[in-house]
């Protein structure tokens, strides 16, 4: 059975030995990157099963090479930020990283997010959803409207995708988080409602409809099925 690969883009070199030593440790393959610079043509080479990606690196940023990655990379990408700023949050949500972990990261934390996109990953599901003319193809990681493609980021997706197997229900902040982070939910952790409101504003711009989903107040959201 073939290793899963992890490309580890950090430009500290010992956090990266240490971080390296411990997804070993836990069965998993592993390279480093520590210069911005190098990191796309790295990632194009080796294809990595995920990608841990720090944001402050030296020649090019980590918010431009999630971006840039984008582009030809689909696999899930876990951000390590040392930053507090949710508008920085929002932005790494909306540039198509999977999930982000303030620093200092605990080994047992980062091991447990990884997991849990992995997870996400090798889950083969062939439902087809349909509500409101949207047609969400689960396997393939689609959306259309109309015949025309909705482009999503992968959490965009995967928020979409939890709401719409329980459309007409609400599904609390606390089932979305363990679905989508494999962690409980933390009140200060917004990161939830920040994949909403970027999935609530892309439905809106893509399809007219500007109430599909629908917050409710201490209890969650609820994608309307009419």
């Known amino acids: 059975m073939q290793k899963t690969t992890i490309l580890i883009i950090e430009d500290d070199e010992e956090i ?4 390296a030593m ?38 090019v940023s980590g918010n431009v090479i999630c971006k840039q990655a ?10 390590m930020t040392a930053s507090n700023d949710d508008i920085n949050e929002v932005s790494l ?8 972990l303030r620093k200092p990261v605990k080994p047992q934390i980062l091991s ?42 992968n959490s965009e997706f995967d928020m979409l995708a939890v709401l719409a197997k329980n ?9 979305c988080c363990k679905s989508l982070r494999g962690i409980d939910y933390d009140l200060s952790d917004r990161s939830i409602d920040m994949r909403v409101s970027a999935l609530r504003k892309k439905l809106k711009e893509e399809t007219g409809q500007a109430q599909l989903i629908k917050t409710v107040r201490n209890k969650g959201y609820i994608l309307i099925n009419e």
């Open 70 to 79: 984008r582009v030809f990379y689909n696999g899930p990408i876990l951000v």
């Open 112 to 153: 447990l997010r990884i997991a849990a996109l992995l997870r996400r990953c090798i889950t083969v599901n062939n439902q087809k959803i349909t509500l409101n003319s949207i047609e969400i193809d689960c396997l393939n990681h689609k959306v259309n409207y109309q015949d025309k493609v909705i482009n999503l980021t």
């Open 93 to 100: 949500l909306e540039l198509g990283a999977d999930d982000y």
């Open 16 to 19: 990266a030995r240490l971080t």
């Open 22 to 59: 411990h997804l070993k440790r836990n069965g998993y393959l592993t390279d480093i990157v520590t210069d911005g610079a190098d990191a796309i043509a790295s990632i194009k080479q080796r294809m990595p099963d995920l990608i841990l990606l720090d944001l402050m690196l030296p020649n």
């Open 167 to 175: 459309a007409g229900q609400i599904v609390s902040r606390e089932a």
